[in-house]
């Protein structure tokens, strides 16, 4: 659906440096296994954005990959400009259930391989987040897992215009997630992003911005990982 506003054009007007970062001694991979394990007591802070499609509820689920290198960095992909759903935007890898799929693990495992040619026998999957419901009607169930390098990616070139990594400390730290507001759908909308800045494989700068539903799940993921 395309969007009557440019999200990276709007001001934001707050930023959440109030809150702490989630220390670094817990994104360390053992860390992340043993909070899953173990859950804490905590409330997503969005399980549903405002509605501005007719479409009815869809399960989906994403894969929020966390590779394992230095230190932990999510996999992202930037979607190619020409698709119906989130054109342009920043996802984590994953889609609708199909009528093969035991469960939302199995529907963020075949999807990555489909969209990213991330094969299963890499990933370790932890657990997962809350459904979160996107403004498009897809009922989406974030699935965290760990992945070893060593893997090859494989882009479909229908969906997926660019895969590129985050840092995870970078997105778990609130200093760099900024609010927004726009008029869309017939009301105010309110997002958050957390635009991250780059250099390419020759030296050049690259900003990536990272927003809506997937600025939301990670903010998701602050929540659950700071509880």
């Known amino acids: 659906m395309a969007l009557s506003f440019d999200p990276e054009q709007l001001p934001h007007y707050a930023v959440d440096d109030h809150l702490p970062s989630v220390a670094a001694h817990h994104l360390l991979a053992d860390a992340l296994r043993q909070r899953f394990l173990q859950p804490p007591v905590w409330e997503p802070e969005t399980k549903a954005e405002p509605r501005f499609s007719a479409r009815g509820p869809t399960a989906a689920a994403v894969l929020i990959p966390m590779v394992q290198r230095d230190g932990l960095t999510v996999l992202l992909t930037q979607r190619t400009d020409h698709l119906h759903d989130h054109?342009?935007?920043?996802?984590?890898?994953?889609?609708?259930?199909?009528?093969?799929?035991?469960?939302?693990?199995?529907?963020?495992?075949?999807?990555?391989?489909?969209?990213?040619?991330?094969?299963?026998?890499?990933?370790?999957?932890?657990?997962?987040?809350?459904?979160?419901?996107?403004?498009?009607?897809?009922?989406?169930?974030?699935?965290?897992?760990?992945?070893?390098p060593g893997f090859t990616l494989t882009p479909d070139p229908f969906e997926v215009a660019e895969i590129f990594e985050v840092?995870?400390?970078?997105?778990m730290t609130p200093a760099n997630h900024r609010r927004h507001r726009a008029d869309f759908g017939g009301g105010t909308r309110q997002f958050l992003s957390m635009p991250y800045e780059t250099a390419d494989a020759q030296g050049r700068m690259r900003r990536y911005f990272i927003w809506g539903a997937t600025a939301g799940m990670l903010r998701n993921l602050y929540r659950f990982l700071a509880a």
């Open 87 to 148: 054109p342009g935007q920043v996802s984590f890898p994953g889609g609708r259930a199909e009528p093969e799929d035991a469960d939302a693990t199995a529907t963020a495992l075949r999807e990555a391989e489909e969209e990213i040619g991330l094969h299963p026998r890499h990933v370790d999957v932890l657990g997962a987040l809350p459904a979160y419901t996107t403004g498009t009607g897809f009922v989406v169930t974030p699935v965290v897992a760990l992945v070893t």
């Open 167 to 171: 840092p995870l400390a970078f997105l």
